[in-house]
């Protein structure tokens, strides 16, 4: 039997302090492979001092253009800001703005090439690039980020495609969240490129910030029988005080399902292999 060769991917590597700490943990003693970091993070400087005593942590860059504060000077990235002067604050805020044709394609490349580089003059080597919100797989804009790879000699881009399950139907209150998923498939199929690696299947969305133990066990045995698959989470340590609570994500419980060492002996005895995305 083939070995189904498996991606346990932690997002926001730079966010907080206390986010770093849970992908730190969550690799160290648990199954996490390979995480993204934000140039736009309020922890960047923690995550850079995190992946440089961690060097078993592939590490990609998790393009921003929602929420956080930009790098590039605001009057060269008007359309991608609101009011304050910052990203707007959600990707459907984005997106409608995107389709009504008033985010500016340059402006959305200069930016993100801002990022690429802040993570690379750090001296991170990079194995792929992912995004916030998964604004990258817009129609447009995934040509951009596809551009940008190959400028910077990126090997591997996300492709965050969830084919439908049956227990997706089950779940309460997951309609909302379906819809989503509909969505973000339908961006994909259109902004889908032969340009750049990919895992073959990937798992996580519908269940974003929120992959509790019980989850995860469903996920791991639905996953690829073969071929590679990336399993999307959002580990950390619980903080009261976060300024992302509103989100509503569990970091804590998806910290202690990621390093469940029932978990980890199931992984051990199957024909799942843990890579990372340098792997690919």
């Known amino acids: 039997m083939e070995t189904c060769k498996l991606i346990v991917h932690a997002d926001d590597f730079g966010l907080s302090e206390k986010t770093n700490e849970g992908i730190e943990r969550a690799h160290r003693s648990g199954i996490v492979t390979s995480t993204s970091l934000m140039a736009t993070g309020a922890a960047f400087e923690s995550a850079i001092r995190?992946?440089?005593?961690?060097?078993?942590?592939?590490i990609g860059i998790h393009l921003t253009l929602t929420e956080e504060e930009p790098l590039s000077k605001r009057n060269s990235i008007a359309t991608l800001l609101d009011n304050d002067e910052k990203f707007y604050d959600?990707?459907?805020?984005?997106?409608?703005?995107?389709?009504a044709g008033k985010i500016s394609?340059?402006?959305?490349?200069?930016?993100?090439?801002?990022?690429?580089?802040?993570?690379?003059?750090?001296?991170?080597?990079?194995?792929?690039?992912?995004?916030?919100q998964h604004i990258h797989m817009l129609p447009g804009i995934r040509k951009v980020v596809g551009e940008l790879a190959g400028k910077y000699s990126i090997s591997a881009i996300r492709y965050p495609r969830e084919s439908l399950m049956p227990y997706m139907l089950l779940e309460k209150g997951g309609l909302a969240r379906l819809v989503q998923l509909l969505g973000l498939n339908t961006f994909c199929a259109i902004a889908r490129t032969p340009d750049i690696r990919q895992p073959d299947h990937f798992f996580g969305f519908f269940y974003g910030g929120g992959l509790t133990k019980d989850r995860l066990w469903r996920l791991l045995h639905q996953r690829c029988s073969a071929g590679t698959c990336e399993i999307m989470c959002h580990p950390g340590v619980y903080d009261e005080a976060c300024r992302y609570n509103h989100w509503d994500y569990h970091w804590q419980e998806e910290l202690d399902a990621l390093t469940d060492q029932e978990i980890r002996g199931y992984l051990d005895s199957s024909d799942i292999e843990l890579i990372s995305y340098a792997d690919l």
């Open 50 to 58: 995190v992946s440089r005593s961690t060097p078993t942590l592939d």
């Open 105 to 132: 394609l340059d402006e959305v490349r200069q930016e993100m090439d801002a990022q690429i580089c802040k993570v690379l003059d750090y001296g991170v080597k990079v194995s792929h690039l992912d995004s916030h």
């Open 90 to 99: 959600h990707a459907i805020t984005f997106i409608k703005r995107y389709m």
